[in-house]
C-alpha cells in the first residue's frame, strides 16, 4: 500500500464546477504540500500545510491531521485549471501522491 | 518563473554513457533537492543538499552521485545509464533545511537513455 493515496486518478469537469480532490496519508507528517504540474512538466507549489486550512484566490486546501486526510478544492473550475494535481507529505523527505489529473471543459 | 534554473533541458544518451545535470537555486535558498518523476515510479525523492552539505537522501542508486558547490549550485550525475533511467529530473530549493520548507520547483531536464 502506498503511503499517500489521491483520489480521484481522473477528474473530468465543465467550466464552473466545484472540484474536490483528496490525498490520505499513512505516515506521521511535518506538513502536506499540494503541487501542480502542466502538461508542459513544471511543477508549481500550490499550499504548504501543517493544519487547518489556507486559501488562494480559486483554491482551498484543508487538512486534518487527527484523520491523515487532506483535500484541495477549485471553486467555479477553469480550462486553464487543467493539470494534474499531486499531494506530497513531509516526513524527513518529501513523499509523493501518484497525482490527480483534471481536465476542465468550456 | 520559479526562480530556480536547471540545463539542459533535454537530453537524449545511450546506454552505458555518463551524463551531468545542472541545478542553480533560487537567489537565497540554501537547501537543493533532486527528484526523478518516471512514467512507472511518479515523483520520488533522491537526494538534499544544505549548504553543500549532503542532508537526506531517498531512493537514489549508487549509480547516481550528486554534490552542491560554494556558489550553491548543484549537479546531478547519472553514470552507466540503462534505459529505465529516462525520466523528468526536477531539481527544487528552498530557504531553510528539511522540513516546513516550500519548496520552488525547476523547469526539469528530461532525459531520454535509447
Known amino acids: 500500500k502506498n503511503e499517500v493515496e489521491q483520489s480521484p486518478q481522473n477528474l473530468t469537469a465543465q467550466e464552473g464546477e466545484f472540484i474536490t480532490i483528496n490525498c490520505s496519508y499513512s505516515?506521521?507528517?511535518?506538513?502536506l504540500h499540494w503541487l501542480q504540474q502542466h502538461p508542459g512538466g513544471g511543477i508549481v507549489s500550490l499550499f504548504m500545510?501543517?493544519?487547518g486550512k489556507k486559501k488562494h484566490g480559486r483554491l482551498i486546501a484543508t487538512i486534518n491531521i487527527q484523520e491523515k486526510h487532506s483535500s484541495l478544492h477549485i471553486t467555479a473550475s477553469h480550462p486553464r485549471d487543467s493539470a494534474v494535481y499531486i499531494c506530497?507529505?513531509?516526513?524527513?523527505?518529501?513523499?509523493f501522491g501518484t497525482g490527480t489529473r483534471l481536465q476542465v471543459f468550456p | 518563473d520559479s526562480g530556480v534554473t536547471q540545463t539542459p533541458k533535454h537530453l537524449i544518451t545511450a546506454t552505458g554513457q555518463r551524463v551531468t545535470l545542472r541545478c542553480s537555486p533560487r537567489?537565497?535558498?540554501?537547501?537543493v533537492y533532486w527528484y526523478q518523476q518516471s512514467l512507472d515510479q511518479g515523483l520520488q525523492f533522491l537526494i538534499q543538499?544544505?549548504?553543500?552539505?549532503?542532508?537526506a537522501k531517498g531512493n537514489i542508486l549508487e549509480r547516481f552521485s550528486a554534490q552542491q558547490f560554494p556558489d550553491l549550485h548543484s549537479e546531478l550525475n547519472l553514470s552507466s545509464l540503462e534505459l529505465g533511467d529516462s525520466a523528468l529530473y526536477f531539481c527544487?530549493?528552498?530557504?531553510?533545511?528539511?522540513?516546513?520548507?516550500?519548496?520552488?520547483f525547476g523547469p526539469g531536464t528530461r532525459l531520454t537513455v535509447l
Open positions: 506530497a507529505v513531509e516526513t524527513d523527505k518529501l513523499i
Open positions: 543538499y544544505y549548504n553543500g552539505e549532503e542532508r
Open positions: 537567489s537565497g535558498d540554501l537547501s
Open positions: 505516515v506521521g507528517i511535518s506538513a
Open positions: 527544487a530549493s528552498s530557504v531553510r533545511d528539511r522540513t516546513v520548507n516550500e519548496q520552488f
Open positions: 500545510l501543517s493544519s
